[in-house]
């Protein structure tokens, strides 16, 4: 199964492969940035091939009854408990059988509805099956109990990438980043968002900020140098992808073997 992550791509330079629906794309249109097919599972750092979410991922400890401790218990709809639904839910997931795990968080829920957890990674699970509308629906009601949780604001800004929604993605991140001031993730994903909306400014300053804060992310400094080759510096791509090369970033090489070599 396919998966999508936040990267910049020049598609006239031909840095990353595209999503076959891009394949067939007229080769002159405008520079834009666009959506690859891939998604890291450890909470959006988009560079490694997994198909499984990393357990740091996922919401492993159940909220037995949700946002309200004082709250009756939760109605028995099964011969198992909600965490015992829970833990199998998370054991799907770290299993890669999303479709299992969606059914367990389901029943969580049904079982427990103020359970901000069981939205969390039934939002998750959504995503990783391609239904972004239900994962942003998912995201949201563990919003609505606890709207200082920055992992729903993160996901559901990438399900808002997805579906074309760029300021609502942009409004996610702005609030994750108000949240927690130094997550390298969430500025790495804002810095994409305003690459997307033009703003090339904005995201080099996301982009900076994003390796300032975590500086052996190979991708950030790809994008970053892609940022820098759309304002006209070279110089400063090129030393870019170069740091990215020395991080193990396959595209870099190639951005550098057409860029750079002999052109600086």
């Known amino acids: 199964m396919k998966k999508k992550y936040l990267i910049l791509i020049i598609p006239v330079i031909f840095l990353f492969a595209c999503n076959q629906n891009q394949k067939n794309e007229d080769k002159g249109e405008s520079e834009i940035l666009e959506m690859a097919k891939k998604v890291d599972p450890d909470s959006i750092s988009w560079s490694s091939e997994e198909k499984k979410p990393d357990k740091t991922t996922i919401q492993h400890e159940a909220?037995?009854?949700?946002?309200?401790?004082?709250a009756e218990k939760p109605k028995q709809i099964s011969n198992?408990?909600?965490?015992?639904?829970?833990?199998?839910?998370?054991t799907h997931y770290e299993q890669g059988d999303y479709a299992s795990g969606v059914k367990d968080f389901e029943m969580v829920i049904e079982m427990d509805p103020e359970n901000r957890k069981a939205y969390y990674n039934l939002g998750l699970?959504?995503?990783?099956?391609?239904?972004?509308?239900?994962?942003?629906?998912?995201?949201?009601?563990?919003?609505?109990?606890?709207?200082?949780?920055?992992?729903?604001l993160l996901?559901?800004?990438l399900v808002y990438y997805n579906l074309k929604d760029f300021q609502g993605a942009l409004?996610?991140?702005?609030?994750?980043?108000?949240?927690?001031?130094?997550?390298?993730?969430?500025y790495y994903n804002r810095g994409t968002v305003r690459g997307q909306l033009g703003d090339i400014g904005g995201a080099l300053k996301d982009l900076d900020k994003s390796i300032e804060l975590n500086p052996n992310n190979s991708e950030a400094y790809l994008n970053r140098g892609i940022a820098q080759f759309k304002l006209g510096n070279l110089h400063a791509a090129c030393a870019d992808w170069q740091k990215a090369k020395e991080l193990g970033n396959f595209n870099a090489e190639r951005a550098i073997q057409e860029y750079c070599l002999d052109k600086e």
Not at 63 to 70: F, L, R, Y
């Open 63 to 70: 909220i037995v009854q949700g946002k309200d401790q004082t």
């Open 80 to 90: 198992k408990s909600v965490r015992q639904v829970f833990v199998e839910g998370t």
């Open 125 to 152: 699970g959504r995503y990783y099956l391609d239904d972004f509308k239900g994962a942003a629906k998912a995201f949201t009601y563990a919003l609505n109990i606890e709207p200082k949780d920055t992992l729903s």
């Open 155 to 157: 996901y559901r800004g």
């Open 171 to 186: 409004k996610d991140y702005n609030k994750a980043i108000n949240i927690n001031p130094n997550w390298a993730k969430a």
